[in-house]
């Protein structure tokens, strides 16, 4: 008979293509993997998988019986959330995700502070891209995450958490010269992370300027990358305020806000509407909205001395470049 346990495995392997990273994920070896797979193939009487030394491929079957695995495992883990919902505390697996604007710096912190709060949660973080985070909520890969709003997909409710100012960094010979509006933000080189990230159409949005009109553009895969880009000339970025502490303290560059009006986003929880845990949801949401005004009040004594960080814990709304 095929049981829930063939079908967790083979979705994995129809996810990663590949034995031992679905082994992995799965958390088995591989050589069970394998077994699993053809026993579930000898009780269907049918081929799923191709293989060979280099990669596997799904067979017409597999891909057809991999689409409606997925849907299977979809609705037994709404039935498990059903009752992981009647309980008064947050128990069980949680995958949660984060965008890598947001990850390296809030999610050590609410780790802690979640595994503190529910010790029988069992959790499963992971840092993706909005695109990747959006499919994994729908498809069910995923129970939260925490992102930047609004969410694109009618089937995700969302919850904002908290705003933040984007920042401009440049080079360390410009920390005496006034802080630029949007038009001459617009002839700067304006170093960008990759296509894939929200962070990028945010910064392209706030300067009016459509991909392709960036002033000979220059694309990094993290804020950090981006940021030694700028210490070493080759222009100026923009990065979330949560980020400055972290990316900039042993960085020759200078910070600076930005003329009105300030480029900012909206961070928040997205799930699916039809998951029964909202309630257990908003819990973890206000961990990491708390986790997010403790960096912002330490912000102080993290910012780099080159910046006048006198108000960040009180008004950083009104801090400005005072190098």
Request: hydrophobic share 45%; net charge negative; proline share 7%.
């Amino acid at each position: 008979m095929i049981s829930i346990k063939h079908l967790r495995y083979f979705a994995a392997l129809a996810q990663h293509r590949h034995f031992g990273r679905a082994a992995d994920a799965c958390a088995i070896s591989q050589p069970a993997l394998s077994l699993q797979i053809k026993d579930l193939e000898d009780l269907i009487g049918a081929q799923l998988v191709e293989r060979d030394r280099r990669q596997i491929r799904l067979t017409s079957l597999g891909e057809a019986f991999a689409g409606r695995a997925q849907q299977i495992l979809h609705s037994v883990d709404e039935l498990a959330d059903l009752a992981r919902a009647s309980s008064p505390s947050l128990g069980g697996r949680l995958r949660i995700g984060m965008i890598p604007t947001v990850a390296p710096y809030l999610l050590p912190a609410v780790i802690r502070r979640l595994t503190e709060r529910f010790p029988a949660v069992d959790l499963r973080p992971r840092e993706a891209v909005t695109g990747k985070l959006t499919d994994d909520l729908i498809s069910g890969g995923l129970d939260i995450a925490v992102m930047a709003l609004p969410a694109s997909e009618p089937s995700l409710q969302d919850h904002p958490l908290f705003d933040e100012e984007f920042v401009l960094v440049r080079p360390l010979a410009d920390r005496d010269k006034p802080a630029p509006g949007i038009e001459s933000l617009r002839e700067m080189r304006l170093l960008l992370l990759e296509e894939g990230h929200c962070f990028r159409d945010q910064a392209l949005a706030f300067c009016n300027m459509a991909p392709g009109q960036a002033q000979d553009p220059m694309e990094g895969s993290s804020l950090a990358t981006l940021v030694r880009m700028v210490g070493a000339g080759m222009g100026v970025t923009l990065i979330p305020e949560m980020a400055v502490a972290a990316e900039t303290s042993a960085v020759e560059v200078s910070i600076a806000r930005l003329a009105e009006p300030r480029p900012r986003r909206s961070i928040g929880l997205a799930w699916r509407k039809t998951n029964p845990l909202a309630e257990h949801f908003m819990q973890v949401g206000e961990i990491v909205r708390q986790e997010h005004d403790t960096l912002r009040r330490h912000g102080k004594s993290a910012w780099p001395p080159r910046i006048d960080a006198r108000d960040i814990s009180d008004r950083a709304d009104d801090l400005v470049d005072q190098q």
